[in-house]
């Protein structure tokens, strides 16, 4: 008998209140290496109240959140980033006063845990230098490395949190409407990392997404959260072709 396979992340019973409001309601679900688990509903579902509660931004008022089988329930974001687990925000959350690059070779530095270090005289770190490159040249930032975050475009900002985000190297990495402010022309770029990022059978990814084409083209798998509550879960063609689910939780098509 083959034994089961230990869950890179997994939520059991997962709960928060707000007063006497349930957001997140007994989410109970495991995610694995190698597959792109995207989190749809309608507004107010608790998507990305479920996602404060996995990366640590809000304290869970019940159940608890495993990290490779160790509980982290008690664990802030800082210690659940140092042990893996990766986001990048729906609002971009960036050090804006700084460079493109400046933000990138902190996170290259804090994967490396530079600690106090961390705003030494960067000559004397070729190999970070040279790592914080690679990462903006796959979000094709490198050509701005000079520039201020503070005068990039809201797209530029996004590919630049990406690039953070994979220079922090997780193995658990979250993305909360990636796309979400971006142009036409800026979108396809993202979709081509997280396709990167999706080939990697090391690597589980969490997305949360309201545009339905980009659901199509990444999903392994798609959960579908209402009212804080777990509806569905499944592959995407089985979910998508759920009349209930096409009606209630994923809304009418986008207009073309």
Do not use: C
Request: proline fraction near 5%.
């Amino acid at each position: 008998m083959t034994a089961a396979r230990t869950p890179s992340l997994s939520t059991r019973d997962l709960t928060i209140r707000f007063g006497g409001h349930v957001a997140v309601n007994g989410v109970t679900a495991e995610f694995y290496p190698g597959t792109l688990t995207v989190i749809v509903g309608p507004n107010g579902a608790g998507k990305t109240t479920y996602f404060n509660l996995v990366s640590g931004q809000l304290p869970a008022s019940a159940g608890s959140v495993h990290l490779a089988g160790v509980d982290i329930t008690r664990l802030g974001p800082a210690k659940r980033t140092q042990l893996g687990i990766g986001r990048a925000f729906q609002l971009t959350n960036l050090f804006p006063n700084l460079t493109v690059m400046e933000n990138v070779r902190l996170a290259v530095q804090g994967r490396a845990r530079a600690g106090m270090k961390m705003f030494s005289v960067w000559s004397d770190h070729k190999e970070l230098i040279a790592r914080a490159e690679h990462f903006l040249e796959r979000v094709n930032l490198a050509g701005k490395r000079a520039a201020w975050v503070a005068t990039l475009s809201h797209g530029d900002q996004r590919k630049l949190e990406v690039a953070i985000l994979l220079a922090l190297e997780p193995s658990v990495m979250m993305f909360d409407e990636p796309t979400a402010g971006m142009s036409v022309d800026e979108v396809p770029v993202v979709l081509d990392l997280i396709h990167q990022v999706k080939r990697d059978a090391n690597k589980t990814v969490l997305l949360v997404e309201h545009k339905m084409d980009v659901v199509r083209a990444l999903a392994d798998r798609i959960i579908v959260l209402h009212n804080g509550t777990l509806v569905a879960d499944g592959k995407p063609a089985e979910v998508m072709q759920s009349k209930i689910v096409q009606e209630a939780y994923l809304g009418t098509p986008e207009p073309a």
